[in-house]
């Protein structure tokens, strides 16, 4: 499991708050009648801007039919995660994820996020809360001398206990220099099991809930993933250190 030193965490910080600026911006900017293209080209001015790097656009993993053609994913409605920036133009009610990772300074940060365009309705606002619920439960029990199953079994519980549909092949993972690291984070688990949590691990924690079933399926494209059943999904997620002083959540929001 790679550790990291405290300088090295604080090294991360930029990274972090670039992170964080970057969604924060998307969501101010974000209206309807844009496409989840136009948000990537706005997320890919501030990364020139900021002499930042994109670290999605180009990635090929075996999965993918192509490199990854994007500095976001953009996942809209029963899309969970990894949909392309597309020329979808976005709808009244449209629930946009939104995640996005990028180096600078030689580090790598991810964060994603969920919001509904236009109306909000209870459903969609009961998931996306839920989600981030299940997200805060996860980075509180990122904790020194803890074990993964601790930060699984949290982000799992809430989203059972709300009712939702939660599928194991996709979670978090260890950031750094690259933004896949070991260890994996699942999104089930069971506390006290799995790796021992130590000073120095930083981590991208992110629950995707499904507001109907835990299926989901694979587009052709390779990449995006959507719920089986067509319902709804939302996808929450922070880059946290776990230090001695508890864990700091690298890609904070204001
Ligand atoms: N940031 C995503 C994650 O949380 C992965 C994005 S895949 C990419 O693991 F191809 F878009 F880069
Ligand atoms: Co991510």
């Not at 670039?18 to 989840?36: I, K, Q, Y």
């Not at 136009?38 to 090929?60: K, N, P, Q």
């Not at 549909?165 to 799995?194: A, K, Y």
Request: charged share 20%.
């Amino acid at each position: 499991m790679p550790l990291k030193k405290p300088a090295e965490i604080q090294e991360m910080r930029p990274a972090g708050r670039f992170v964080a600026h970057v969604l924060s911006s998307l969501r101010e900017h974000a209206r309807l009648g844009m496409t989840t293209k136009d948000l990537d080209a706005h997320a890919h001015g501030l990364i020139d801007e900021a002499g930042a790097r994109s670290v999605y656009l180009g990635y090929h993993p075996s999965f993918g039919a192509m490199p990854y053609p994007g500095v976001l994913c953009t996942s809209v409605n029963d899309h969970a995660l990894h949909g392309l920036p597309s020329d979808r133009v976005l709808e009244d009610g449209d629930v946009l994820s939104i995640d996005f990772a990028a180096e600078l300074n030689g580090w790598v940060c991810d964060s994603a996020l969920t919001f509904q365009l236009g109306t909000q309705t209870p459903e969609a606002q009961r998931l996306i809360a839920t989600t981030e619920q299940a997200l805060d439960a996860g980075v509180a029990a990122a904790l020194a001398g803890g074990r993964m199953g601790d930060v699984s079994a949290a982000i799992g519980r809430i989203g059972r206990d709300a009712g939702y549909g939660i599928n194991g092949d996709f979670g978090g993972h260890g950031v750094g220099r690259t933004m896949h690291e070991d260890p994996h984070v699942p999104n089930l688990g069971r506390r006290g099991t799995g790796e021992r949590l130590k000073p120095g691990l930083v981590i991208a924690i992110e629950p995707w809930f499904m507001a109907g079933g835990d299926g989901y399926e694979v587009d052709d494209d390779g990449w995006t993933i959507r719920t089986a059943d067509g319902s709804l999904a939302a996808h929450a997620e922070h880059t946290v250190a776990v230090t001695r002083d508890g864990p700091v959540v690298l890609t904070a929001r204001d």
